[in-house]
């Protein structure tokens, strides 16, 4: 069964640092998406991406974040300068339409900013 | 859905029995999704089960069920037989579509633990 996969697992990283997390949705999904979950709290969405244009973020994704499709199966969030309150778990999802259908999420990055 | 509420922080179940997590959502729109996922230890998020508003028969997968109540607004996930490896987070999560394009809201969540 084709799943959404996330490299890596686990990242440490500085303060002030960029990171890329990156994500292979799967193959045939045309619409991409990141949700954050910081440790003991909700889900909650990030970004929506389709047809390499954002189609809708939320307040939490500022000039700090930007996502990308660099080719035909990667998808990559980047954050230029983190912060600490930016440790979380990172989950990408697809899915074949925008509206209303199920997304599949990947296994998460844990990111800590130290 | 625009908001999601899950009021019980933890259940416990003994293994074989029944349980049942609550949800509620509150949303404008007409036609919208509801999904219930799972979340294990190793914290990938799972799809266990979803449900189209617009269908009046309650979803049902395997050992998994719910019970949709559009006009109060409530959507619980029924397990039944409960089995250890049941043992996770398990998150309400609604799309009202519309103007939300996929965007899915979280509810906070219900730790289960499934007992021998």
């Known amino acids: 069964e084709p799943e959404v996969t996330q490299t890596p697992s686990h990242q440490v990283t500085q303060m002030g640092q960029e990171v890329i997390l990156r994500c292979v949705p799967i193959?045939?999904?045309?619409?991409f998406y990141w949700y954050r979950q910081i440790l003991g709290q909700k889900v909650e969405f990030l970004v929506s991406?389709?047809?390499?244009?954002?189609?809708?973020k939320s307040e939490i994704f500022d000039d700090q974040f930007s996502v990308e499709r660099p080719d035909g199966s990667n998808f990559t969030l980047k954050i230029r300068s983190t912060k600490l309150e930016d440790s979380a778990m990172y989950f990408c999802?697809?899915?074949?339409?925008?509206?209303?259908?199920?997304?599949?999420f990947g296994p998460g990055t844990r990111l800590l900013v130290l | 859905a625009q908001t999601v509420t899950q009021s019980q922080p933890e259940m416990s179940v003994q293994e074989a029995e029944t349980v049942t997590l609550s949800c509620t959502y509150d949303?404008?729109?007409?036609?919208?999704?509801l999904f219930w996922y799972k979340q294990p230890p190793s914290r990938q998020m799972i799809l266990v089960i979803r449900?189209?508003?617009?269908?009046?028969q309650n979803a049902t997968e395997n050992r998994f069920s719910v019970n949709f109540q559009k006009a109060a607004k409530s959507f619980s996930l029924k397990i039944s037989d409960s089995q250890l490896g049941d043992t996770a987070m398990y998150f309400c999560?609604?799309?009202?579509?519309?103007?939300?394009?996929?965007?899915?809201?979280f509810g906070q969540g219900t730790i289960l633990t499934v007992h021998p």
């Open positions: 999802a697809s899915s074949t339409r925008r509206y209303q259908e199920t997304q599949y």
């Open positions: 193959s045939n999904h045309l619409y």
């Open positions: 991406f389709y047809n390499n244009e954002i189609s809708e």
């Open positions: 949303t404008s729109e007409n036609n919208y999704y």
């Open positions: 449900q189209e508003a617009y269908k009046q």
């Open positions: 999560a609604g799309d009202a579509g519309g103007t939300s394009y996929g965007k899915l809201t």
